[in-house]
Nanobody
Framework: QVQLVESGGGLVQAGGSLRLSCAVS????????MGWFRQAPGKEREFVAA????????YYQDSVKGRFTISRGNAKNTVYLSMNSLKPEDTAVYYC?????????????WGQGTQVTVSS
């Protein structure tokens, strides 16, 4: 069974930073692409960032380019989303996803989400 557990969300002021973590079942981590998505209140879930199994390729939504960085900590079976220069419009529940079926936008496995709130 594949398990994804997100952590690191919280409340931060505009302009601040947060780093989200997603711990992944060891038996799949090294072979699958990973992604981060978010869903704001009243809106559909949207793609944020993705990283290939090797970590060499990354892909970002335009609105987060230059502010967010996705990375893999292979020794810890963890994928990270470092978020800088946060804006109130970044407020959402952030979800980790694993094993892309249509990279970078569609995945087989999902975490439960972690709340990020950016105050103005």
């Amino acid at each position: 069974q594949v398990q994804l557990v997100e952590s690191g969300g919280g409340l931060v002021q505009a302009g601040g930073s947060l780093r989200l973590s997603c711990a992944v079942s060891r038996h799949i981590f090294n072979t699958v692409a990973m992604g981060w998505f978010r869903q704001a209140p009243g809106k559909e879930r949207e793609f944020v960032a993705a990283i290939s199994p090797s970590g060499i390729s990354t892909y970002y939504q335009d609105s987060v380019k230059g502010r967010f960085t996705i990375s893999r900590g292979n020794a810890k079976n963890t994928v990270y989303l470092s978020m800088n220069s946060l804006k109130p419009e970044d407020t959402a529940v952030y979800y980790c996803a694993a094993e892309a079926t249509n990279w970078p936008y569609e995945y087989d496995y999902w975490g439960q989400g972690t709340q990020v709130t950016v105050s103005s």
